[in-house]
């Protein structure tokens, strides 16, 4: 009973734990980097976002002050203590970088030169020296601090110099580089759909081939047309590029959505006298917006996301950059090491992108709905 329409399968668990185990999957990276945009990088670097909630164990190296010395006889003395002004509780300390948790809090440790040192667990500590100290000495401690969350990482981000512009730069990159393709390719892919001429079946073959041509294979050929024929660095040049990288993609999804549609429904209207134009503007059109709005939200974002194009065919200075840009080079720096701020830039840069996904998502629907009835 298992193949008749309207019947249950006996395989519906399965498919509701794959779909259950493939949501946690996704889910699962957001979270921690949701977790991690809120933690500032010490924490981040000490424990996982799973451990956020609990104190973190870090590691501190502060001067001993010379205004606190104290000089009895042969012995020189400095007290105070390691959280200055502050609190927290000392778990371990050193008197070496190599070494900072050398010793437990309130055990005093015999360093070179016959110096002692003893921290405890409130942070005062006592360093004593029978020889002149001549400079501030260095004081290696690991301290539990609590769980701290901010909105330091956005702070940072938002308030940074020229992130609105990078923002309308990444608007003006974005928006024509996914009409563009759209407009070109919807006409490519009716004439491949359902026009007939010498030479079809080898272009489609080629817009196959362009599928999987690499990026990076034609970054450096592409700059230097672009740069012959005067548009290279510009936005007009990221317009064509990213045009020339999408039209592949564009062409091959429409054209098998267009393939698709009822024969019928155009074969009557040349029948009527309808020429290919108004065929293409008044039924194939309407009809393929579900594959035309699905191309649009693949174009967006991986326009909106994109790095490695902007790179190369944007200025390098920062009146041209756009946020990805903005984020690498800026903000981050060539390590890219500070993940919070990494964090934090992933849910601001995809704001937009989710905005225009339900956005077109709606308009998908109405699409099929609308092209479902004659």
Do not use: C
Not at 255 to 269: F, H, K, T
């Amino acid at each position: 009973m298992d193949n008749i329409a309207g019947t249950k399968s006996s395989l519906s668990w399965a498919v509701n734990i794959s779909v259950v185990l493939l949501v946690v999957a996704w889910l699962i990276p957001t979270v921690g980097l949701l977790v991690s945009s809120f933690r500032d990088r010490d924490q981040i670097s000490a424990s996982g976002w799973w451990l956020s909630p609990f104190p973190v164990e870090q590691n501190y190296s502060v001067k001993a002050p010379l205004d606190d010395l104290v000089v009895d006889g042969d012995l020189n003395t400095i007290t105070g203590n390691v959280f200055g002004e502050g609190s927290g509780t000392v778990v371990r300390f050193g008197g070496r970088r190599a070494a900072p948790t050398e010793f437990a809090a309130g055990e005093t440790a015999d360093l070179r030169r016959d110096r002692t040192l003893l921290v405890e667990a409130d942070g005062s500590f006592v360093y004593s020296s029978p020889a002149e100290i001549k400079r501030e000495p260095s004081i290696y401690f690991s301290a539990e601090s609590p769980p701290d969350f901010s909105m330091g990482n956005y702070e940072t981000i938002m308030a940074s110099d020229n992130m609105d512009r990078a923002f309308i730069n990444t608007l003006t990159v974005t928006i024509p580089a996914t009409i563009i393709p759209i407009l070109i390719a919807a006409f490519a892919a009716y004439a491949l759909a359902w026009m007939d001429f010498k030479g079809r079946g080898f272009l489609i073959a080629m817009v196959v081939g362009l599928l999987v041509v690499p990026l990076q294979l034609a970054l450096v050929p592409l700059l230097t047309l672009h740069n012959q024929v005067g548009i290279g660095q510009s936005f007009l040049g990221i317009w064509m590029a990213h045009t020339g990288f999408g039209l592949p993609l564009a062409i091959y999804l429409l054209r098998n959505y267009m393939v698709g549609l009822p024969r019928d429904i155009i074969e009557s209207a040349k029948v009527d006298g309808a020429t290919d134009f108004q065929v293409f503007t008044k039924i194939v059109l309407p009809l393929s917006f579900p594959a035309l709005a699905s191309f649009a939200i693949f174009q967006f974002l991986w326009t909106w996301n994109d790095l490695l194009v902007a790179k190369v065919f944007l200025p390098s200075n920062s009146e041209s950059w756009v946020m990805t840009v903005k984020i690498a080079d800026d903000l981050l720096g060539s390590r890219g090491g500070d993940w919070g701020i990494l964090a934090a830039a992933a849910f601001i840069s995809i704001a937009v992108p989710l905005i225009v996904f339900f956005t077109m998502q709606r308009y998908l629907v109405r699409g099929l709905l609308a092209g479902s009835v004659k």
